[in-house]
C-alpha cells in the first residue's frame, strides 16, 4: 500500500522517480523498489518522501478507493 501510494502521490506531483530520489538523497533503484513494493521503508524515509511530495504522512497509509 504505502508503495503504489508513493507512486500514486508522485505521478499526481508531475516528478519523476529519478527527482524524487535526488530530493530524499537517494538512488533512483531506491524508488522504484519503494513503489514496487521491493523495499522497506524506514520512518525517516517516509518522512522525506512526504516532505519532498509535500503531502501528510498519513496519505501513504490510505487504502485504494474501491472502483
Not at 503504489?4 to 530524499?24: C, D, F, G, P
Amino acid at each position: 500500500m504505502v508503495g503504489a501510494n508513493v507512486k500514486k502521490l508522485r505521478i499526481a506531483a508531475k516528478i519523476t522517480q529519478a527527482e524524487l530520489a535526488n530530493r530524499i538523497g537517494v538512488d533512483r533503484a531506491y524508488v522504484s523498489g519503494l513503489e514496487l513494493g521491493q523495499r522497506n521503508i524506514t520512518i525517516l524515509s517516509l518522512w522525506r518522501v512526504a516532505e519532498a511530495l509535500d503531502v501528510p504522512m498519513k496519505s501513504f497509509f490510505e487504502p485504494r478507493k474501491s472502483r
